[in-house]
């Protein structure tokens, strides 16, 4: 029943992509590259709703899945040894793209002549310069198609992204009509004016008679008033006389009174002043030997913080010089250990990811952002041993954006010496526990300043690689070296299991895919050792 569901929504996808073929962003025919060893990424500017691959034998080869809802990976079955030339459509935002999955048994993780498997169409404008450029795909063998494909790799390499076109945009605007006024009845409104002026004239005459009667009543009030109030003007005058007299006489009293009780007080406060001097001396004189010697003692005091003081500041600025441009130099420079710049020994284990401008500065906000985030769901697993008897390397996160893998380190230092972070590489294990190939760099933290780690503290890094297509029963060994050899090197074992659960996090299969096979089992080797690859 699944098989005819399958078909069926197969055919319903094909004739909508075939129907709309002559819309303009649509893509028809570009050919993907599938590597053995690498996850082949596609980017699209809306949501993916549906990935269909043309045959359903198809599915034993190559496993398609949405990624970040807008992107798309496509691994290979690794239980083959070769895939066949298939189509795969996928709906996004509206659009149907119908693309060529060719497989390359050839394609490298680390060959810098070819680039990524990456597909970026993430951009609209982008998208439909690059569907009006397609020519439509000619009849040709696998072989030719591959061989085409690897030409036109090898010329995308120079440059990879095309600058996004201005968009534009459209404003329209509407006018309201306008209104008339109405007419008026002239003969309607010269009678009422009329009305209206017959009608003032007596309320005016009504008014001026009420007023002079108003002003009589007003005028007869005032004079009443007027009369009452010199009454009491006089009342009150003589009263204030009779108070006048009577305050000045207490004033009189009560300022003789006041001079006898100022005079005895004088005399009283020099009797009482003249005992406080004396008790004043008496008291200064005792106190005075009890001062000169608290203030010796805190001179003392003084002087002894001072010295602790600037002793302690001469051993944070002695301190602070070790980590100078010259104290650096100084210690580790003149023993030809260049901090300024990476090992000698790291150039073989990058690839071009890690010099190129563009894809440095990508890598570095993406690692930055990770530095700066606390993400859950932390691995926290450590190295197999420590680095010097005390540095601990330990790996908190993978995380996957587009093609490349990054792998967030704590490296917490409980020694009394500096951490000089050296050469850091990884090596890819088969389920055998044989080293299959080394998997270079793209990117590490602080390319410019190899990350050195001071003694009691701990620092976040973060290292890069191309996303590798590891199964369960392979792994990852991730390597960190000492720039002094005698220090050591920490090895920290990622089983496939674990990094395929990372994976899953962000991959998630769509409506018109079958349902793949279960993983295969954990080997249980999530603890092993590796040894040092040279």
């Known amino acids: 029943m699944l098989r005819y569901l399958k078909r069926y929504f197969l055919i319903i996808g094909c004739c909508a992509f075939y129907c709309a073929a002559a819309n303009s962003q649509n893509i028809n025919g570009e050919k993907i ?23 359903e034998s198809a599915y034993d080869y190559y496993i398609p899945k949405r990624r970040e809802e807008r992107s798309i990976s496509i ?30 048994s050839t394609y490298d993780i680390n060959d810098d002549s070819r680039p990524p498997l990456w597909y970026d169409h993430s951009d609209l404008k982008a998208l439909k310069a690059f569907v009006k450029n397609q020519k439509e795909p000619a009849e040709a063998s696998a072989g030719d198609e591959l061989a085409k494909e690897k030409e036109r790799q090898k010329q995308e390499a120079a440059a990879r992204n095309a600058e ?104 009283e406060k020099q009797r009482q002043a003249q005992q406080a001097l004396k008790k004043k001396q008496e008291e200064e004189h005792r106190k005075k030997a009890a001062e000169e010697l608290a203030l010796k003692e805190a001179a003392r005091k003084e002087a002894q913080e001072r010295l602790v003081q600037l002793e302690a ?17 100084q210690r580790y420079g003149k023993k030809g250990i260049d901090l300024y710049n990476f090992p000698r020994n790291q150039v073989p284990t990058v690839n071009s990811d890690f010099y190129v401008i563009r894809d440095t500065l990508r890598n570095f906000r993406i690692s930055d952002s990770l530095l700066h985030t606390d993400i859950a769901g ?21 995380v ?42 793209s990117y590490l933290t602080y390319i410019g300043f190899f990350p050195l780690v001071r003694p009691k503290t701990t620092q976040e890094v973060v290292f890069v690689t191309r996303s590798p297509n590891v199964i369960n029963n392979e792994s990852l060994v991730l390597f960190v070296d000492e720039r002094r050899k005698e220090k050591g090197t920490a090895s920290i074992v990622i089983p496939g299991a674990v990094y395929n659960r990372e994976l899953a996090k962000v991959q998630t299969p769509v409506p018109g895919q079958l349902p793949q096979q279960p993983p295969a089992p954990a080997t249980g080797q999530k603890n092993r050792k590796r040894a040092k690859k040279e």
Not at 33 to 55: A, M, Q, W, Y
Not at 174 to 180: F, H, I, L, M, Q
Not at 378 to 396: C, Q, W
């Open 378 to 398: 932390k691995l926290n697993i450590e190295a197999d041993k420590p680095i010097n008897k005390g540095v601990v390397v330990s790996l908190e996160n993978i």
């Open 313 to 329: 500041e001469n051993r944070k600025k002695e301190a602070e010089k070790a980590y100078s441009e010259a104290g650096l130099w």
């Open 75 to 104: 691994q290979f079955n690794k239980e083959k040894t070769s895939g066949p030339v298939t189509g795969l459509l996928v709906n996004e935002g509206g659009r149907s793209h119908m693309f060529r999955l060719l497989f390359d």
């Open 33 to 55: 590259i599938v590597g053995r060893e690498s996850i082949t990424i596609i980017n699209f500017p809306d949501k993916v709703v549906n990935i269909n691959l043309s045959e």
């Open 400 to 441: 996957f954006k587009d093609v490349h893998t990054y792998f967030k380190l704590r490296i917490t230092n409980n020694t009394e010496e500096d951490f000089l972070m050296g050469r850091t590489y990884m090596y890819w294990y088969d389920a055998a526990d044989r080293a299959r190939m080394m998997v270079k760099g």
């Open 164 to 267: 996004a076109l201005a968009a534009q945009k459209q404003a329209e605007t509407a006018k309201a009509p306008a209104k008339g006024p109405e007419d008026n009845s002239v003969e309607l409104q010269q009678k009422k004016a009329a009305l209206d002026l017959a009608r003032k004239e007596a309320q005016e005459k009504e008014r001026q008679l009420k007023q002079a009667e108003e002003k009589a009543a007003a005028e007869q009030r005032a004079a009443d008033e007027l009369a009452r109030k010199e009454a009491a003007q006089l009342a009150s005058q003589k009263e204030q006389d009779e108070k006048k007299q009577k305050e000045l006489k207490d004033q009189q009293n009560a300022e003789a009174l006041a001079r006898a009780q100022k005079a005895a007080a004088e005399k």
